[in-house]
């Protein structure tokens, strides 16, 4: 990892007062971001200005950082940038208000009596399969969560961080609801059923194998990739937005919309991120090539598994009524292959 | 149909059922990267739950008030108001908790990794999105303070200093100790030590020095940080009380407290009561920095917290805290910042000599305090003035005591200085020296855990003054004036040129000292190496001293978790000082 930019050179050059702006920036555009003074070197490097190595080490040998905790590499980690340049201020504006949009819709559907429209055999639906998807938040969480901290730049723990933080939002507010229908709705909308059909319903079962799967995953740079590329694309698409969008849309459903919604909202950050650093690993001038080979390998060690897990829902999508299984399955499919060839990208591995 | 749209949920049930949401896996089980010598039992203690419909308007709210205070602050013409001595010294100590606050989150990140009870991780999680929010907030703090005091340089290019820096460099050393090594002793050190008892010292005693000098965007930032501290150090203690549940864990706790406590007392008490007392206008305040730790370190941590623990089977015995406490007495911080105030140019903020005003403040609360250091006092200002024509470093530098290999402070403190002789990745026989000899002890129980080029005078050995300012960007943007001054006056600024004509050579007194006493090197550094080290780069470092010679209990000279583990409770029990 040669070739760490020198800070700031280029800012240094104009007329500003160069002592009145943080020097060791490199701004993506022509001038630095609140989130690139905020965000870049808060996490310290051997690459960057640590020349005298790392203080700490593990007893293995590792230092605080390990350039072997992935095995992609590139000339400069901390040139990567999130493209919506989230930092902690406007996630929390953006959390809060996913929030105040769910519990809006709540207020009204209550005040307004709109949960009596509510399709009949779509509420017998979210009774049985409502809050699962609210377990594979929950586990892709538990494992972002784990792994941001060997990330190689601050840029990107960052954005491990809050992947891992809007997952947990989700998993939540799948539960809120659930809590919220059994007050309305009569009962029969507990955690402990929920649970019990995500422990042992065979349709789940494989999405359950895949998302505890994703607990074996060392490499940072992976857990990025798979859940960017692989996870969210097909399995978070079908179930979030073909099913428990489209559907509740259709069943005149006012809450679960509101929550997935949101939901995609944040999606659509991660989405960008992943692209980002999938192109970020993919385009780098040294190392390109033999990332993208990793990169194959992962999407092809991960989509079959993940495209199995979709194909297993086909009975959950059986069980509520105006969605239709096909048509999503195909949907997701070609938008992981949009995703991909957007980053540059091979076709992945087909499903048997 | 619901009759009351507005009623509120139950939060005790909304946490029962959140809590629903973890589940024993069956076709993976996860895979840890880090390892512990740590056992857990079945049911962790369950510590607060954060609820996310909760507690993003909460955050949000608190971010709104500080964010909206950094206006208000401009508009009260705060940056030039506020006390310049005391906005000099904010540039590192903002910068090294900004590294403290990542240290923290990343810290909940390890621990996650090897805590398997579900009830803990909640708690862990929410504290790392605290934790990134406490970075975006003193980042923005720093960036207000570039863009609006009166003297920005440093600021602008902190983030450079900040590991190469002879001080901050050793704040990047106590942090790094909260997410590198065994994930449960970098827990204790973050939540139990550093937030429990030292942020109160942190997040409100220095903020309210802060708004004596007239800094009240410093104290709001700070306050809004240490409301989320609660729930941190409710972590510490779940964590604490579940892995106290078992008893192969006792020795460990024992062990680990008590070298978390010494590490972080060996770096925060000299820096921040330096920073507390030497960069303080005001003098209104009536009590001293060992005052406010008796009451927030002694009292409400040692003696609530620690000494409670006994009653739960943890026997750690008193003298560490004892020990600190009387290095404090003994001028730990009285004796640290007059080296630090030599060292100026070579920092990246200024200093101002202290007045009669100052003098009298010191001797009313340290009686004596003048007579043991008011000539040295006398003689900074004397030498303020560049015309002078001489720096106190080069006088300083003859008698200065050696840095300490673990804690990376110098040994100010005489009878406790000590050392050891180790050898280096070529097996050349070297001599480490230490502050105390808890500090040898953390270096000895912890192969391989101290690396990298860890004395700055070893690395700077032999060169000028005026090379060493100049190879660590220290010049202002005209290109000649040094970042830092012995004094605040807008004139009679040092130039590198006023260096140059009282230059002298560095002579680092590690390696002066070990000739003196006739020990092997005393120097740790080597231009061969990538990093300037010569035992690894702390990428891949091999450590070479444990069992005698360097090959470790497997002979491939690599350390292992077992390896420290009977480092640590087996063959080096707690040393008795
Ligand atoms: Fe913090
Ligand atoms: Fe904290
Ligand atoms: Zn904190
Ligand atoms: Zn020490």
Known sequence: ?352 | MATTPTRRRSVTKTHERIAQLGWNRDYHQPVPIYDTRYVFPEKAKDPMKQVMREYLPMQLEKDERVYGGFDAALRAGMPTKADERWLQVMKPLVLILVYAEGAAGRCMSVVMDVVPNEELLNGYHVQFVDEVRHIGMQMNLARWYTKHTPDPAGWHRGQEYLPENLFTRAGINLFSHAFVGDPIAAGFTMMTVIETAFTNVAFVALPDVATRNGDFIQATTYSSVQSDEARHISNGYATMLTVLQKEENIPLIQHDLQQAWWITHAFVDPFVGTIMEYFSTDRSDTENYVTKWDRWIRDDWYRSYVEQLGTMGVDIPPDMFVRARERLVAGLHHKTAPLAFSTWPLQFWKFDPLTEKDFDWFEAQYPGWYDEYGATWEAYAALADPDEGAILLAGFMEGAPPFCWTCMLACVIDEDMCHRTCCDKEGVERTRFYCSPECRWLDETNPGRYTGDRNFFDKHHGKSLSEVILELGLLRADGKTLIGQPHLKKDRMWTIDHIRACDFQIHSPNIVQARELGLPDGNWHSDEDPFGTVQGDGNGFQPVTLYGGGAGQNGDGRVRVEDMARAAVGDTPWVKL
């Open chain 1, 1 to 352: 990892m040669a070739g760490e930019v020198r800070a700031g050179e280029r800012r240094q050059r104009r007329g500003d007062e160069p002592e009145r702006s943080f020097q060791w920036v490199v701004p993506k555009g022509r001038k630095a971001s609140i989130y690139e003074d905020l965000t870049l070197d808060t996490q310290s490097s051997v690459h960057r200005f640590q020349k005298s190595g790392y203080y700490v080490s593990f007893a293995d040998g590792r230092g605080t950082w390990d350039d072997a905790s992935t095995g992609l590499d590139v000339v400069t980690w901390s040139a990567f940038r999130d493209p919506n340049e989230l930092w902690e201020r406007p996630y929390f504006q953006q959390g809060a208000q996913c929030e105040r949009e769910i519990e809006g819709a709540v207020k009204s559907a209550r005040s307004e009596g709109l949960l009596g429209d509510v399709d009949p055999a779509w509420v017998d639906f979210l009774r049985r399969d409502g809050q699962i998807q609210a377990f594979v938040e929950h586990g892709i969480w538990s494992i972002a969560t784990r792994r941001s901290r060997a990330a190689l730049a601050d840029t990107l723990t960052h954005g491990i961080v809050l992947y891992a933080a809007v997952k947990q939002r989700q998993a939540q507010a799948f539960v809120i609801e659930g809590m919220d229908l059994d007050e309305d709705l009569g009962g029969g909308f507990s955690i402990e059923a929920a649970k019990a059909r995500w422990l042992g319903e065979p349709a789940w079962q494989d999405t359950r194998r895949v998302v505890e799967r994703l607990g074996t995953i060392t490499d940072w740079g992976e857990l990025i990739l798979v859940c960017g590329l692989v996870i969210e694309p097909l399995l978070g698409g079908l179930v979030r937005r073909e099913l428990l969008l489209r559907g509740g849309l259709r069943a005149a459903d006012p809450i679960t919309p509101a929550i997935v919604r949101n939901a995609q909202r944040e999606g659509d950050w991660w989405h960008d991120f992943a692209l980002a650093f999938a192109r970020f690993c993919a385009e780098d001038p040294e190392h390109g090539e033999a990332n993208r080979a990793l990169i194959d390998g992962w999407l092809a060690a991960w989509t079959p598994e993940t495209l199995r897990a979709v194909d297993a829902l086909e009975p959950v999508f059986a069980g509520a009524p105006g969605v239709d299984f096909d048509r999503a399955r195909e949907a997701v499919v070609t938008g992981q292959q949009a995703l991909l060839a957007a980053a540059g990208l091979g076709e992945p591995v087909a499903a048997s």
